[in-house]
């Protein structure tokens, strides 16, 4: 079958297997007279149902990281910047997949979700390191504030999660070893986007002023001890 091939049905747009068109093309058997089994069959129809599912996957892991990012903070400017943030790490593990030679399959189809919302939870992080430090050292040393404080947390909470991602490597099937590999690194790779990209969006706002507090912070104020 070739590469750019569907084995059974036609999926996000790659024409019907080349299998299946010998067969009803050149032999002139009916489709429904074919009849396909054993390991490779199953590997492939596997791959095929995971591909048509990666829309969904990440349509459902998008929506549900904007609503609770605008629920956190009640701020659009910063919800759009959180989604930027794992969207562009999502999108970039796929490329470290192609750059390594490697091909997705039903596990690496995955890998987006996993490194989408690892992105996201660093970026709500460094979202509170900026602020904190706007407030505190004001606007013109606030990214130097944010970054010399709030690097290391997210560099030690990525390095931690590929730590025990890239352990997944000791398995001896393929597909496992592969996921552990790129998704430690792309693991990796969002804790630097998530600390440049945020910090960048965030001091190039025009203003931090009128922005409402985000609402984990009013329930932990609510929740201290008077």
Not at 44 to 62: H, R, T
Not at 110 to 137: D, E, F, I, R, W
Not at 152 to 158: E, N, R, S
């Amino acid at each position: 079958v070739e590469r750019d091939r569907s084995f059974v049905r036609p999926i996000l747009c790659n024409p019907l297997g080349l299998l299946l068109e010998l067969a009803t093309g050149e032999c002139g058997l009916a489709k429904e007279n074919i009849h396909l089994g054993g390991p490779p069959v199953d590997n492939v129809a596997i791959d095929e149902e995971g591909s048509s599912s990666l829309l969904k996957l990440a349509s459902l892991s998008g929506l549900v990281g904007i609503l609770l990012s605008y629920y956190a903070f009640r701020s659009i400017r910063v919800t759009m910047m959180l989604f930027f943030v794992g969207s562009m790490s999502a999108i970039s593990s796929l490329a470290y997949v192609w750059f390594g030679g490697s091909r997705l399959d039903a596990i690496l189809l995955t890998l987006p979700s996993l490194v989408y919302v690892l992105a996201m939870a660093g970026s709500v992080h460094m979202v509170h390191y900026n602020k904190n430090a706007v407030h505190q050292n004001g606007r013109k040393r606030a990214v130097e504030s944010a970054i010399r404080f709030g690097w290391f947390p997210c560099f030690l909470v990525a390095f931690t999660d590929s730590i025990g991602l890239i352990s997944l490597c000791t398995s001896n099937l393929k597909p496992i070893y592969n996921f552990g590999l790129y998704s430690a690194i792309a693991t990796m790779a969002s804790a630097q986007l998530t600390i440049s990209l945020v910090t960048l969006a965030w001091w190039s706002s025009e203003s931090t002023s009128g922005m409402p507090a985000p609402r984990i912070a009013r329930m932990s104020a609510n929740c201290s001890p008077s």
